[in-house]
């Protein structure tokens, strides 16, 4: 099977994350994606994080019983923080994948990419996938594929943000995950104007 690795905060997971990773998994024919939300990324401090179980209770939602994807919580089961290469490691031991995985980042992660642990040895055991994001520039010194996902203007960050500024925000996020979201007052929220709570 050819599968396309998916890891990042998620804090919260939008519609965003699952349209890019449906519409690169479609480009370059990977038959499941799989998500791995981070317990603490090494590269960027969580902002109004509601905990690992929290994030991954999202995902979950969010993903559903999609046949195409699938969560994977090695990262938080290890706790600290969450470098790739040990997840790619975990992921080639625990599939049956066909050729090498795929690592799917945003173009925004490219910059500080070097500075990862062991870049070397991911792009080696890797096909790294290059996702446009907010037409940031996609050079990546090591070898990677640029996807031509379309760039739709939505963040985690922009969520929360409106969240707490009382501004429409529900239909970014899936319904489930939006229920939650004001179910457990996270990120300050409630209900948006004209919704009944």
């Known amino acids: 099977m050819r599968i396309l690795v998916f890891g990042g ?3 919260p997971v939008h519609i965003g994350h699952l349209f890019m990773a449906q519409e690169v ?5 990977y038959e499941k994606v799989v998500f791995v939300p981070a317990f603490s990324p090494p590269h960027k401090a969580l902002t109004e994080d509601p905990g690992a179980k929290l994030r991954l209770k999202m995902l979950n939602m969010a993903i559903g019983k999609d046949r195409m994807y699938k969560l994977d919580h090695c990262e938080i089961d290890r706790k600290g923080q969450s470098y ?11 599939y049956d994948i066909d050729g090498k995985p795929g690592l799917l980042i945003g173009a925004d992660l490219v910059e500080g990419f070097a500075r990862w642990k062991e870049p070397e040895t991911i792009s080696r055991l890797c096909d790294i996938i290059v996702a446009r994001r907010n037409n940031q520039p996609c050079a990546l010194a090591y070898p ?10 939505i963040s985690s960050t922009d969520i929360k943000e409106r969240i707490v500024s009382g501004r429409p925000w529900t239909p970014l996020v899936p319904k489930p995950v939006a229920d939650f979201i004001k179910q457990k007052g996270l990120y300050g929220a409630f209900p948006c104007l004209g919704e009944s709570k």
């Open 25 to 29: 998994a479609h480009e370059f024919s």
């Open 144 to 153: 990677h594929k640029i996807a031509g996902n379309r760039q739709i203007n």
């Open 84 to 94: 790739t290469i040990d997840t790619i490691r975990h992921i080639i031991d625990s």
């Open 9 to 11: 905060s998620f804090n």
